[in-house]
Each structure stands twice: as structure tokens, then as C-alpha cells.
């Protein structure tokens, strides 16, 4: 275990990971398997399952082959309604030690997501970067306030839809964007949306999650002196925001991820980012691994 | 001439957006594109020259990023530099005194946020001399076809990150293919593949933004 209450979701099972769409394609499903067990091992609490738009039958047999070995929970990974409901009724809680899977994700327009609870209970993943507007038509929240409102619309509609779940069975997506091309202050809006939703007394207990690796992607992992750049300025992220209230990551458990000092360079570049606007933080971030 | 051409490949290069800019330390308080641009131009240099050492200096930095010598954001500053050269150049491009090869119009599907794939595209193929569209991120499918009747003769470009996003892309790709079939679509991500663009009916993909300037060279109206 890294950090003690910091909870991983394995990200490797991802059709987007350019050697896990080679095993989908060969249908190799033990190398899945050994995948997922190899993520159990290195201290994940669920292994993420996505499959990319392969047939539903597919997830329902690569949940089925994993769960035969893996104890652990799952999460279901998918905007597919069709697929994500083979997946919810392949699982089997059972296995996983009574635990719910987790359903990731459903946003405002695929509220019809909700529904599946019958089919199978899960833990949603509610995502709040994007609503919809009086069309009815999806757009993406510009700034933290934005944000926080679709967060708290969410929490709302899963409650009338999931039978009034609590608050600590409800995962809040706030949305990470990548810090080596970010010169529009999404960083900063990432920041204040978790400070609001945080601060909110009715949001208490919920939980935020974030796709780590998505932040520092691009970026080298080492400086020509051997410095660890990705895996320091995500550790630098954690330490910022595990006291606004994240506890959950989707990320690799083969990263060291720590609470840094607070003089860390990692950590002081990203304090220093926040202050900076346009390319003034790219340039901070470069000068951390320059 | 060529001192110049020279003089914009290298601010282009190395990301030097400005005198003020404070990147790269060694170029401190040195001319960036900017004035070398706006000095070239005052003192007569043809504009065409300063188009050439823009895609120079694209062509240098994409190298590098391709070899994993610098990284993403030295290529989002090289843009910008090239950007401060583009904009002293726009009304030689408005008034046709100095031709582009064609126009560009690109946008990361609905629903989807990412761009950078999509700027690191648009950056390759403007570099390359193309006038650029940029629709931004959440593009819906009536934004690429109102695109498409502005810009008679425009190719399409498409990104998406995610494997959620990929369905609206798809959406996209068929509804333009069926309303304006001359239109060459090329789409771009990372959970695109050979195989999903022939099954969405797109003309060109591929993972490496330089190739796209090599089918956009070979398919020109």
C-alpha cells in the first residue's frame, strides 16, 4: 500500500492501453486474468475493466474469468448502457466478499445508467465535468462553480433514482485534465471544484475520484539525471488533494505514490502552477523537469 | 533571406514566443518571433519567407518530440511562436499574396475534452502550410457540417480521446460522409485503430501527426 486511506482502482484492464487492446484482440483471456491478479497484488481495492466497444458478451465473460480467480471488486468501466449491464450482471458480489461493484460512469445524459441498480446494486461513478443544457444536449462545465453545481445535481438524482443511497456509496468524478499542456487553468478549476464540493455540508462523506495517470500525461518519466518526474508530481497532486477530500484514484499500482514534504520540488512547482496563468505554467512545469 | 527564414525557424524552435517571454533562459531579452517577424515585414522581407521558417522550425521541434528530446510542452510554446509569426502574417493570407495548400478544419468530437492530440495536429499540419479551423473540444456533428459549407473544399479532422467518445465519433464521421461524401474525413486518438476507422467509414488515421500531411499532400482538390 502507498498511501494509507488512499483507495487505487487498477487502471491496466483499459482497451486504451495499447497492450491490454492487444490481449482484447487475441482474445487472450488469461493474460487478462493475470493482469487483474497482478493489480490485486500490488495493493489495487478494485481492478477497472474496459473494453472498449467490443460485444457485451465480451465483458460478461472477462468479468466471469476474472472473478474465478480475483477477490477483489470490480469496476465496471463504460458509457454503453448495454454493455455496462452485461458487465453489472456478470458480477458476481459473492465472490468479492459481499462488496458492490463500481459503475463508471454516468453523467447527465445517461441517466438511464441509474436503472441498472435493479439488474445488479453498484456504486456510481457520477461524472460532473459535463450537463446538459434546456436542449437537452451535453456541453462541458467551464469553470469550478460549473462544476460543483452539476456535482450536486448528480448527487441529487442519484439519490431519487438509487433509492436513497448514502453519500458514502456515491463517487464524484471532478475531472483531471493534463498538467503539460495546461495553459488554460484547468488545474486550478480541478482545485476550487474539490475545495466546493469539500466544503459542502450535504455532499458530506461522498467520495472523489480522479484518473491519476491522465495528468502528468506526456511528460517524461525521468529527468536525464534520473529524477522520477511523472510519478513525484502525482504524488505532488495526492498531497494537494487528499485534504480537499480525495481518496480514490484510478491508477497503477506499479507507481510509488507518497504524501511529499512540503518542500519537495514537485509539490512547490505545483503550488507555484496555481498562481501562474497561460504558458507562464507550462513553462514552470518544464522547469521542473528541465 | 535565408537569415531570416533561419532567425524565425529558430524562435519557432525553441518556443521564444517574444522579447518579454521569459523561455527559453538562454534567449533572455533576444527578439522572439514575434519582432523578428514584425521587423522582417517592415523591412520588406517577402512573407512567404517567414511561412518557410515557421515549417522549419515545426519540422525541427516535431523531430525532437518525435525522439523524445523535449516534450509536450515545448511543442505547445513552439505553437505559440509560430502563432505570433502567423498573426503578422494573416493579412498576406486574407489577401491570397501569400497561399496556403488548402484548409484544415479539426475539433475533438462531442462530448469529449481533450486536446491535446487535436492541438498537437492542428500544430503539425498548420506548420506544414495549411490554413487551420480549430472548432476546440465538444465539437457537435452540425458544427463540422456548418464548417464544411464555409469552407468549400475543406478536409475534416477528428479527434477523440476516450473509447466513450469514439460512438459520437463515428456518429459524426457517417453523418458528414452521407451529407457531403467528397469530403475527406481523418480521424485520431488514442483508442482509434485501422480497423475502427473502416468501420465508421473515414478515409485516414493513423497514431502519427505527420502522416496526416503526407495524405493531405496526396488527396489536395
Known sequence: MSIPGLTIIGESINDSVPSTHALFEAHDIDAIVDLAGMQAEGGAAYIDVNIGRRAPAFIAEVVRKIQEHIDIPLSIDTPDPEIAAAGLEAYDPQRAGNQKPILNSISEARLEMFDLTAKQPFIPILLTTESVDASGEGVMNKTAEETYATARTMVSIARERMGHIPNEELILDPGIMPIGTDAEGHFKRLMNTMKLIHADEDLKGTQMSVGLSNFTVMLPSKTADGMFVRSTLESAFLTMAMPLGLRTIIGSVKRKYRILDNDHPALICLQEVLQLEGTAALVRVMRYYS | ?221
Open chain 2, 1 to 221: 533571406m535565408q537569415e531570416i527564414i533561419e532567425k524565425i525557424a529558430l524562435g519557432v524552435e525553441k518556443g521564444k514566443i517574444s522579447k518579454a517571454s521569459p523561455y527559453p533562459p538562454e534567449m533572455a531579452g533576444e527578439d522572439g518571433a514575434e519582432e523578428i517577424a514584425a521587423e522582417a515585414l517592415r523591412n520588406g522581407i517577402a512573407p512567404d519567407s517567414l511561412m518557410t521558417g515557421c515549417m522549419l522550425g515545426m519540422e525541427r521541434i516535431g523531430k525532437d518530440f518525435e525522439e523524445e528530446l523535449v516534450f509536450i510542452p515545448n511543442l505547445v510554446l513552439a505553437a505559440e511562436a509560430m502563432n505570433a509569426v502567423m498573426k503578422h502574417l494573416k493579412p498576406f493570407l486574407d489577401s491570397g499574396q501569400v497561399k496556403q495548400k488548402g484548409t484544415f478544419v479539426i475539433g475533438t468530437v462531442a462530448g469529449d475534452l481533450h486536446d491535446i492530440g487535436k492541438n498537437l495536429v492542428a500544430m503539425v499540419i498548420r506548420g506544414s502550410g495549411y490554413k487551420i479551423v480549430d472548432l476546440g473540444v465538444d465539437v457537435s456533428t452540425e458544427k463540422f457540417l456548418e464548417a464544411i459549407k464555409e469552407h468549400p473544399g475543406c478536409f475534416i479532422g477528428m479527434s477523440a480521446l476516450l473509447t466513450t467518445t469514439m460512438e459520437n465519433m463515428e456518429k459524426s464521421v457517417k453523418a458528414i460522409k452521407e451529407a457531403s461524401p467528397e469530403t475527406k474525413v481523418l480521424i485520431g486518438g488514442a483508442p482509434v485503430s485501422e480497423s475502427f476507422r473502416a468501420r465508421c467509414g473515414a478515409d485516414f488515421y493513423s497514431p502519427i501527426a505527420q502522416q496526416a500531411v503526407t495524405f493531405l499532400n496526396e488527396n489536395l482538390p
